[in-house]
């Protein structure tokens, strides 16, 4: 016997899904009784949870999900179309459903699918129009009044063209088949040691991770306070996936390279014994005072049978205010000591950082940012390993070429290419396959290479040559006369 096909992951709560209706797509995180908007429609994804990814709903009143039910389409051979469209007028009169009726049909609950074969009935011209004009009528019919929705698994493809679609500025533009060549060129794969150097939201990073499966180490070099990994996020990946991944700030790159990286002492944990010598100080302090108290009683018995309901009073009051005083201190002693942890955990992680850097046997480099390439990619080359692949993404070609000629006036790298990828969008259907009519214009460039054994004299005269070339005339030929 033949087993049946294994159902998918399923959808659970606290999850990043990815909602798709026809071209669009949008990440957001299944809550339960989170109230979602998406093209124009409001729902719940309470009754999405338990189902499996790619099962298409239905929006229903309320804000409700439902799986939408797999209808047969009943086609009747002699099905009736016309020969061509030229007599048809386009006046606005051929539908005799106004706006108001088909919103009384939404009142009542009537379906998107009913209201879809109505306003095929009630048109005067439908069954004039040729066949292939009737598909296209239905299409933008059930796209308009059709509350239906799909709920997918993220990966790269589906993140990349969603952000590429929605908010190209973030990722610098990179589009999604630029993306695919960068993973193949720089021969992601698992069990590497990988350095990433990024600013398109995060999108470069889940890629690299998502490729590699858990299995090897990722460092993330990042320009500011920290690394943005928003669209890491929207990937949805387990917790061991992000044990070995690493992150290094750029502004310490150079001292690393220069041997005078060096981090301050490390904090101490947070010691507990000074914090119990304290505590054991303020409880003699408060022995020493009840002992006083006590030998003031036995003085002054007859003076206090007078006044103790008053006593008694100021004592509750003094009780309160000391154990209120005492739980703040015991806060701030918390605050203090969970910020000290976290420093100390950091900087632990930045020498481990380090640590792996120094090694400089990455078996790969990937470069996409904001920022021009040359001086990024002529330091972070250091840390490679010889015979690995380097990729660098610009959305221009003139920072490519700057970093080109560098490149091979410094060597130690062969197999230079500057590319540029091309992607055009077809339509298939039958008697119709054509290019779409609206394509992309660019999706950026891409320099790779191989990195080799740099020769150190090599490199110095021709970094001499192309400081010789940088002079300008006058100052040469006064150089040439100084040695005649």
């Known amino acids: 016997m033949e087993a049946g096909p294994r159902p998918g992951p399923r959808i659970c709560e606290g999850d990043c899904a990815v909602l798709k209706r026809d071209d669009v797509f949008k990440a957001v995180p299944v809550l339960r009784r989170r109230k979602i908007i998406f093209e124009k429609q409001w729902f719940y994804l309470d009754n999405a949870i338990g189902h499996t990814y790619g099962t298409t709903f239905e929006v229903t009143s309320g804000g409700n999900l439902q799986p939408k039910q797999e209808v047969e389409e009943t086609t009747t051979e002699t099905k009736e179309a016309g020969t061509d469209n030229r007599n048809i007028v386009d006046d606005g009169k051929s539908q005799k459903l106004t706006h108001d009726d088909i919103k009384a049909l939404k009142d009542k609950g009537i379906k998107g699918q009913e209201i879809v074969q109505q306003l095929i009935e009630n048109s005067t011209t439908f069954?004039?129009?040729?066949?292939?004009?009737?598909?296209?009528?239905?299409?933008?019919?059930?796209?308009?009044?059709?509350?239906?929705?799909?709920?997918?698994?993220?990966?790269?493809r589906i993140l990349s063209t969603m952000y590429y679609a929605r908010e190209p500025g973030k990722i610098n533009h990179l589009r999604y088949d630029t993306l695919a060549q960068m993973l193949t060129l720089g021969n992601i794969r698992a069990g590497n040691k990988m350095i990433v150097m990024e600013t398109c939201a995060g999108l470069v990073l889940g890629a690299v991770m998502e490729r590699m499966g858990g299995y090897g180490s990722i460092i993330q070099m990042y320009p500011g306070g920290g690394p943005v990994r928003a669209a890491t996020s929207c990937f949805g990946?387990?917790?061991?996936?992000?044990?070995?991944?690493?992150?290094?700030?750029?502004?310490?790159?150079?001292?690393?390279?220069?041997?005078?990286?060096?981090?301050?002492?490390?904090?101490?944990?947070?010691?507990?014994?000074?914090?119990?010598?304290?505590?054991?100080?303020?409880?003699?302090?408060?022995?020493?005072?009840?002992?006083?108290?006590?030998?003031?009683?036995?003085?002054?018995?007859?003076?206090?049978?007078?006044?103790?309901?008053?006593?008694?009073?100021t004592m509750d009051m003094n009780t309160e205010d000391g154990e209120f005083k005492e739980n703040k201190e015991k806060e701030s002693k918390d605050n203090v000591r969970e910020k000290q942890r976290k420093q100390w955990e950091r900087r632990k992680k930045l020498i481990e950082t380090a640590a792996l850097l120094t090694k400089k046997n990455a078996d790969g480099l990937i470069v996409a940012s904001k920022f021009h390439p040359t001086p990024l990619l002529l330091s972070l080359l250091e840390f490679v390993a010889p015979s690995r692949p380097f990729v660098v993404y610009c959305q221009y070609k003139e920072p490519l070429l700057e970093c080109y000629t560098k490149l091979r006036e410094r060597g130690g790298v062969i197999n230079l290419k500057l590319s540029e990828t091309w992607l055009r969008n077809y339509q298939v259907l039958p008697d119709r396959s054509h290019p779409k009519l609206t394509m992309s214009g660019g999706g950026g460039y891409l320099l790779s290479g191989i990195t080799v054994v740099l020769d150190k004299g090599k490199s110095d005269s021709s970094h001499l040559e192309a400081l010789k070339m940088e002079e300008p005339s006058s100052k040469r030929c006064k150089v040439q006369d100084l040695h005649c």
């Open 127 to 156: 069954r004039d129009k040729t066949e292939f004009a009737q598909d296209k009528y239905i299409k933008k019919k059930k796209k308009k009044y059709e509350a239906v929705i799909t709920i997918v698994k993220p990966s790269t």
């Open 237 to 313: 990946f387990p917790k061991p996936f992000f044990d070995n991944l690493h992150e290094f700030p750029l502004s310490k790159v150079d001292s690393l390279l220069s041997g005078t990286f060096s981090t301050e002492t490390l904090p101490s944990e947070p010691e507990e014994n000074t914090l119990v010598e304290e505590e054991s100080n303020g409880l003699t302090d408060e022995k020493q005072i009840s002992l006083q108290e006590t030998e003031e009683e036995t003085t002054t018995e007859t003076a206090m049978e007078i006044n103790q309901t008053e006593e008694q009073d």
